[in-house]
């Protein structure tokens, strides 16, 4: 059944060497009762220990069933202990946080018993030792005697070949000695028993071999046994323990532990709980950026002009950079500058206008089209006839900065799109009040656009001759219904001899001409909320189809077609370059191509869409046809957005501080955890524990402990929003701004269990490393 072959067993501590076993040969019967007599410090434990498997010898062999051990593995020896050992400490070695009938079940448990069957085993078991009434116990409610009755209970349920039993009787008095000493004889006439005891008396009463030890040696075996060997019959069933099962193990563990549990839980918590409040914080801090910026930006125009810039050039490298060394080459490197290099020209064609034109019309109302076409409109001042404009340039300056920039922008324009078809929204019935006349009712209507307290641009009133000054308040009716004569310009340009045109200065002559258009000031409109404001600038506003118009019947005039033949202006005689020429073409009406476009989104998303439509339109295209476009709201939405997400970065990065102190916190608790329970690590390696069943009830264990702290971290954070709500309306009228969004709810507590594993496995890892014997020594 069970030989032992010359086996050594050799301690060294400190240069002296112990020498526990020190060849050791015997066999035993598969059924007798062996004692084990002998002084202490003679090697009996560790003999019980190299035949349990819990302790490896040096050297020899031990032969099971026909089977050297001499290559097992550690699987084999854990599987070995499940199977065919069971042990009895002297001092019983229950887990305390288990019931009893846990306790005798845990054997079983390791070697993945069905639930019903542990249960049948294990009640089988207890009625064998006859404690079949005590089986709701816990261990600490039970005496030492049925204690121990216990532990031989659990020796048995997994029914194994060997009892091995360290001084069972050690901490017994004399009575129940007697009684668990008859238990065991009981057991030994099915099984091979060997027991250690220091109790000569004893042994000599119940066991039917005595084997005397002394300083490593055999020195007498009262009925010594030679066994034949025959070939292997010995088969190992291996040990396995699910992860369910050590989280239930470690779940009884924190139970008995609740309060600990609990403040150990709360101060790994506090990472958590800040983290959670930063991104609360941060995520209804960028809703209500996130609003307001639907409200006051949604409107603008993605504005496609004829020159842009090109956000996407690498300004790295750029001219007057700051970035680098000085060079201490004696010569000078020529460079484009930075705008230069960025400034893009869009070739506006016809292809692409068509290309426009196709945009889902659900996801726009309206499209503009603005022109750099000059309008010679004459208006009747006091009397006296006189060129005017509807521009809001200082009077005599000529073209301003400002409209250059709103073409890029396409913010503060003059002339406001036409409705697309008859579904969609009015532009201006849309943003603006009428405050006085009526919306605009054909392409010659103009209104004066003000802002909410009724100002407009002093130089937009001066342009068409009004003599006003700062701050004097002027009756709607003086603007309303005003007039004035829109000339052609076949009539206003006049041919002179040289060739050349000029203007005519015959002002009164032209205005009668009966072919003229006549424009009309239809009302006042006022800008109607927020999301409008800056849409038109304050000044005079026209329709998109007036200048439409105007190129309409000019594009074949004498002065257009002239242009159109020379390089040189046909009024100065100025030599022009290409540019120049299609710039002025442009401004005499020569050119239906629109100077820019602005594309008014219903709302972000829509935006987003008609992003993608038109950089479709550049995908394959050179560089140089590429057609870019300004989109002024999404810019400003990409700046306040990275910064929100930098300052929550940074936030995150100083709470994410507290999450690594409490990942710490629960390895250094792990680790005690540990140290208290290296008992318990004895017991279960002894019940054939695999080193990874050992790490997984740790891992178990902080897993748990990361779940609930994760958990009520986030509750924690959760309820701490109500109170700083409440804080932030009164001091700044912003409602709900703290909002956890369950998504980070739920990564929190991902990251809170992840970390505290990884904080809790090292001192797992250290648990399963420990030596079973050792661990069993532990007190
Ligand atoms: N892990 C160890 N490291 C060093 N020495 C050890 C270790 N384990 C046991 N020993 C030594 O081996 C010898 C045998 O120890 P063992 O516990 O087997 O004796 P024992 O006969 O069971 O004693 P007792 O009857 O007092 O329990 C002792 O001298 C002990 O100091």
């Known amino acids: 059944m069970l030989a032992l072959r010359n086996i050594k067993k050799y301690y060294t501590v400190g240069g002296t060497t112990t020498k526990a076993l020190d060849g050791v040969s015997v066999s035993f019967r598969r059924q007798e009762f062996v004692a084990i007599l002998g002084a202490s410090g003679s090697g009996k434990t560790t003999l019980l220990n190299v035949i349990g498997g819990l302790d490896n010898y040096d050297s020899g062999d031990m032969i099971i069933d026909g089977k050297s051990t001499k290559d097992f593995k550690d699987g084999d020896w854990d599987a070995y202990r499940n199977n065919s050992i069971g042990f009895v400490f002297q001092s019983y070695n229950l887990i305390s946080h288990l019931g009893i009938i846990e306790n005798v079940e845990l054997g079983m448990t390791l070697s993945g018993v069905s639930k019903e069957k542990k249960r049948q085993h294990a009640t089988a078991a207890l009625e064998r030792v006859g404690l079949a009434e005590h089986m709701h116990k816990k261990p600490n409610q039970l005496s030492g005697g ?225 022109r750099t076409v000059a309008m010679n409109i004459l208006g009747d001042v006091n009397g006296d006839i006189k060129p005017i404009s509807f521009s809001n340039a200082t009077p005599n300056s000529g073209g301003s900065m400002e409209s250059a920039m709103s073409s890029m922008t396409g913010i503060g324009i003059s002339s406001f799109p036409t ?92 205005y009668d001409n009966t072919g003229n258009t006549t424009i009309r000031v239809s009302g006042i409109l006022r800008v109607k909320s927020s999301s409008s404001m800056n849409l038109l600038s304050p000044g005079f506003a026209y329709s998109n189809e007036l200048t439409a118009k105007i190129v309409d019947e000019n594009e074949q005039s004498d002065i257009v077609k002239a242009q159109r033949d020379s390089n040189k202006n046909v009024m100065n005689n100025e030599s022009l370059d290409a540019q120049a020429k299609d710039n002025l073409l442009a401004y005499l009406g020569g050119t239906s191509i629109p100077s820019s476009i602005l594309i008014y989104p219903n709302n972000f998303s829509d935006k987003e869409q008609i992003l993608t439509y038109l950089d479709k339109y550049n995908k394959g295209k050179d560089k140089e046809d590429r057609i870019l476009y300004t989109d002024l709201a999404g810019t400003m939405t990409q700046l306040t957005g990275g910064l929100m997400d930098a300052i929550t970065y940074v936030l995150i990065a100083f709470a994410g501080i507290s999450l690594v102190t409490s990942m710490i916190m629960i390895g250094i608790i792990t680790y005690t955890s540990v140290l208290e329970r290296t008992k318990e690590i004895g017991v279960l390696k002894a019940l054939g524990a695999r080193k990874k069943d050992i790490t997984r009830v740790f891992d178990a264990e902080t897993c748990i402990l990361g779940i609930a702290s994760g958990s009520l971290g986030v509750f924690i954070a959760y309820a701490t929003t109500f109170p700083i709500n409440s804080l932030l309306y009164k001091l700044t009228d912003l409602k709900n701004v703290a909002q956890l969004n369950p998504k980070h709810a739920l990564i929190l507590v991902i990251i809170s269990t992840i970390l505290t594993m990884i904080g809790g496995h090292i001192p797992a890892r250290i648990a399963a490393k420990k030596d079973a014997a050792i661990a069993l020594r532990a007190e």
């Open 146 to 370: 049925q204690m121990q009755r216990v532990a031989i209970a659990r020796a048995l349920a997994n029914d194994p070949d060997i009892l091995l039993c360290d001084e069972p009787t050690g901490a017994l008095d004399t009575e129940t000695s007697l009684q668990i000493m008859k238990l065991i004889k009981e057991l030994s006439k099915e099984k091979l028993v060997i027991m250690v005891t220091h109790n000569p008396e004893l042994a000599y009463d119940y066991a039917n071999r005595i084997i005397e030890f002394s300083d490593g040696k055999i020195t007498n075996d009262s009925n010594p046994y030679t066994e034949e060997i025959h070939d292997a019959k010995f088969k190992l069933k291996r040990t396995k323990m699910s992860f369910f099962t050590a989280l239930k193990l470690s779940f009884n563990n924190l139970r008995t532990k609740k309060g600990r549990t609990l403040l150990t839980a709360f101060a790994s918590s506090i990472g958590i709980i800040s983290i959670g409040i930063v991104l609360s914080l941060s995520n209804g801090f960028q809703k209500q950026i996130d609003k307001t910026q639907t409200e006051t930006l949604s409107k603008f125009p993605i504005t496609i002009s004829q020159i842009t810039t090109d956000q996407t050039i690498n300004q790295k490298n750029a001219l007057g950079s700051d970035k680098g060394s000085y060079s201490n080459k004696k010569e000078i490197t020529p460079k484009q500058s930075e705008q230069d290099k960025a400034q893009h020209v869009n070739h506006i064609n016809q292809e692409y206008i068509d290309y426009i034109k196709k945009i889902n019309p659900s996801l726009t109302n309206s499209i503009g089209y603005s």
């Open 419 to 510: 409705k697309l078809n008859n579904d969609s929204k009015d532009f201006l019935k849309e943003n603006y009040n009428v405050i006085a006349g009526e919306y605009p009712t054909s392409a010659t209507d103009i209104v004066l656009i003000v802002d909410r307290q009724n100002a407009t641009n002093i130089n937009a009133l001066k342009n068409i001759g009004l003599n006003v000054k700062e701050n004097e308040p002027l009756p709607f009716d003086d603007i309303v219904g005003k007039e004035f004569k829109l000339i052609s310009n076949n009539t206003y340009y006049q041919k002179i001899p040289t060739g050349n045109f000029i203007p005519n200065t015959d002002y009164q002559k032209m």
